[in-house]
């Protein structure tokens, strides 16, 4: 079994479904007493948020964490964070360690569905930046659909102003909900989750077309990498 690393913390309550993703998946197939073989760093999420304006701060925050990673033995770096998916080339490059990308195992489980029109919400950093859904476009052939202008302010908003915080109420579920329907009648055949709080939010929440969990899509496929037991694309 390969060790697994993980950056954590952005935020932290979704680090927790990566671990416990990655455990119960290891225990299912190996059964008896298997467990994974992690090493996880949590950042301090309102650090990375605090220096997010500042782009080489931000960046040494990521790189110092996934070489402490790399040092204590990790063969395989997952970033537990859509938005943080930004640094994901810079720092398979500087690292030389394979990185699991957040959207190739999104595009793999889209794929097998046969859709070809998704749509994908998240914060405004992954909704109208390329790191996602150009890689989800020209590896997977996927047509990717955003919402409009007013929608990514409410996404946004409601991730940082209370799902970072871990606040995941019935009113922000609603306008997730009302979002996400508005996206199908615009001919999207699915929604990308792109952002790991929205499936703590969305959970057990009825949808008008198929839900891509980009967390558990992503621990996945962490799993099969240290099994060893399918093709993963990394960077």
């Not at 950056?7 to 119960?24: A, F, H």
């Not at 782009?55 to 790399?70: D, F, P």
């Not at 569905?113 to 996602?132: A, C, H, N, P, Y």
Request: proline content about 3%; glycine content about 8%; aromatic content about 4%.
């Amino acid at each position: 079994m390969k060790t697994i690393g993980l950056i954590g913390g952005v935020t932290w309550e979704s680090t927790l479904d990566y671990y416990r993703v990655i455990n119960e998946e290891v225990a299912r197939r190996l059964g008896g007493t298997n467990s994974a073989k992690i090493v996880l760093v949590s950042l301090n999420f309102h650090d990375v948020l605090a220096n997010g304006a500042d782009a080489a701060r931000h960046r040494e925050i990521y790189l110092q964490a996934a070489r402490t990673i790399k040092l204590a033995g990790a063969e395989v770096l997952v970033i537990c964070s859509n938005t943080a998916h930004k640094r994901a080339d810079d720092l398979a490059a500087r690292l030389e360690m394979p990185v699991l990308h957040i959207a190739d195992a999104t595009g793999r489980a889209v794929r097998l569905t046969k859709l070809s029109t998704i749509g994908l919400v998240g914060t405004r950093q992954t909704m109208e930046g390329d790191f996602i859904k150009e890689r989800l476009r020209q590896r997977f052939g996927l047509n990717v659909q955003t919402p409009p202008d007013e929608d990514r302010a409410v996404l946004d908003q409601l991730i940082f102003g209370e799902m970072a915080c871990g606040i995941f109420s019935a009113a922000a579920r609603a306008a997730v909900g009302d979002i996400i329907s508005r996206l199908v009648a615009q001919g999207a055949e699915g929604v990308v989750l792109a952002c790991t709080e929205l499936p703590i939010l969305m959970r057990n929440v009825s949808a008008p077309c198929p839900l891509f969990d980009t967390t558990r899509l992503h621990a996945l496929a962490a799993v099969s990498f240290a099994l060893q037991e399918g093709p993963t694309a990394c960077l």
